[in-house]
RNA sequence: GGGGGCGUGCCUGAGCGGCCAAAAGGGGCGGACUGUAAAUCCGCUGGCGUAUGCCUUCACAGGUUCGAAUCCUGUCGCCCCCA
């Protein structure tokens, strides 16, 4: 199989994804050839988040380096639950619930790995062996290669045996017995011979290498990523309305290209080449200038415009560009309506009866409040003194009202409430 | 089995009969400054139609008292020491 000019190890490595692997030397040779890599998603979620995005992202550069990528939908892993970085044991899933997340999951896969040719990613799901398994099975072919003694030293296990408030049930302990499995399988089944995840999973990667080389005799390699952490210390991913997804039904395009341009300063380069795939002479190029006038925040741009696009599309990337600048630029009124309409595509909007503009006009009190920029009449007041609300980009008090000569284009006023949160109300 | 301690608002954590909707910090939300940043500063942070006001909170259920987060009894949960 032909292999890029860029070795996968090394990619990964610049762009700071590399965080450990098997004996790397040797890991290093064996991916001198195209070789098929594997990573595991448990569809807690019908979505994945940006967090995921990291290891995804590993199979993504290996497709680039010309590995073939397979994916492993966790829908038996995701029935039983993994306790690798969890400090409490969790409720299951019904099945039903997991294999409706897989359908969700799926999506985003198909999106950003190329699903033809003969690097084609393969996506498969483990229900479909660790499924065919039976609990006799389980214990004789698998569960006798593992000893106790070592499963319990793992970060994972350890953490909760000694924690008394939370302990671990069977079921969860059990977890890297059925993640082991999945490698040897893979193994077996289509050469996989790489796994690769974010740093929690360091243990059941090596739990599955130890698995094979005692069934098959043979040797198998794990690489991880480390984990994201903001320079501020928070948790990465958070905004203020929750996690950041990877789909639009859950965070929209315009959400996120503005996640990634509020991104702190000191996260910009490492974003730049963890979350685009944009080449190595570009990045450093961003960054250098990133680093003369951090206040332009042309390496804001370029990350949020690249990484859009790389979850949602050009089309998508673009259009979450135009909404911001013309959202930001201060003056609503002077926006076509076109373009107005358009960055008010994912914004909440209302509808209100026009007649309400005649005579004393509305109380933004009260539209506030309808609106849900405010929950109360006491907050909305609050919100309106402290001057942190405007209509049409004008800032406003108290008493103001809101009559037909607010109205733009015919029918449309623009409220915001603080920096970031926008309203479109419709007016017929 | 015996003995001791704890349970407060989103979180940490003071309060230990009235001055308590409850200190302080964190977080969150607004504002100023800026670059839709960071740092800093200011305000708000149980709910309420605008309040020298009303309502609901200090694990839960009762009780004592003019009055309880604060005292008593029981229940639940947790922690520690001895055996």
Redesign the pocket.
């Known amino acids: 199989m032909p292999l890029s000019k860029h070795d996968y190890l090394d990619e990964l490595r610049w762009r700071g994804l590399l965080h450990q692997a098997t004996d790397e030397a040797a890991t290093a040779r064996h991916l001198t050839e195209g070789r098929h890599i594997y990573c595991g998603f448990d569809p807690t979620a019908d979505s994945l988040t940006i967090g995921n995005l990291v290891p995804l992202m590993m199979l993504v550069h290996a497709q680039r380096a010309g590995h073939r990528p397979v994916v492993v939908m966790g829908g038996a892993t995701g029935l039983i639950g993994d306790p690798s970085g969890k400090s409490a044991e969790r409720t299951l899933q019904t099945r039903e619930m997991v294999e409706s997340n897989l359908h969700g999951q799926r999506r985003i896969f198909e999106r950003l790995l190329d699903m033809t040719g003969p690097q084609g990613a393969i996506i498969t799901n483990n229900l479909d062996w660790i499924g065919k398994l039976s609990f006799i099975d389980a214990l004789r072919d698998v569960g006798k290669h593992f000893s106790v003694n070592v499963m319990i030293q793992k970060e994972a296990v350890r953490e909760r045996l000694t924690n008394?408030?939370q302990g671990i049930s069977y079921t969860e302990f059990s977890y890297q017995l059925l993640q082991a499995y999945d490698f040897l399988h893979l193994r077996r089944e289509l050469g996989v011979t790489v796994q690769v995840g974010g740093s929690d999973q360091w243990g059941n990667i090596v739990a599955g290498g130890d698995l094979v080389r005692r069934v098959i005799g043979e040797e198998v390699f794990g690489v991880t990523a480390p984990l994201v952490a903001k320079?501020?210390g928070?948790k990465f991913g958070k905004?203020?309305s929750g996690a950041v997804w990877l789909t639009a039904d859950r965070t929209s395009p315009y959400a996120m290209?503005?996640f990634w341009?509020?991104?702190?300063?000191?996260d910009?380069p490492r974003f730049l080449r963890i979350f685009t795939l944009l080449p190595r002479a570009d990045v450093d190029g961003l960054i250098d200038v990133h680093a003369q006038d951090?206040?332009?925040?042309t390496a804001?741009r370029a990350l949020?415009r690249a990484a859009t696009a790389l979850i949602h599309g050009d089309d998508e990337a673009q259009a979450a560009?135009k909404a911001?600048?013309a959202?930001?630029s201060g003056d609503v009124t002077s926006l076509p309506e076109a373009t107005l309409r358009e960055a008010f595509a994912e914004a909440p909007s209302s509808d209100h009866s026009r007649a309400l503009l005649g005579g004393e006009g509305v109380?933004l009190?009260?539209l506030l409040?309808e609106t849900g920029l405010a929950?109360?009449?006491?907050?909305?007041?609050?919100?309106l003194a402290?001057?942190?609300?405007?209509v049409n980009g004008r800032?406003v008090g108290?008493d103001d009202r809101l009559t037909p000569g607010h109205l733009l284009h015919e029918g449309l006023i623009v409220l915001?409430?603080?920096?970031?949160?926008w309203h479109l109300t419709r007016w017929s």
């Open positions: 008394r408030e320079a501020d928070g905004t203020e290209y503005q341009l509020n991104a702190d300063d000191r910009v951090p206040g332009a925040r804001h949020a560009e911001a600048s959202l930001f109380a009190i009260d409040v929950k109360s009449k006491r907050e909305s007041r609050e919100f402290n001057g942190s609300v405007s800032k108290p915001r409430r603080g920096k970031k949160n």
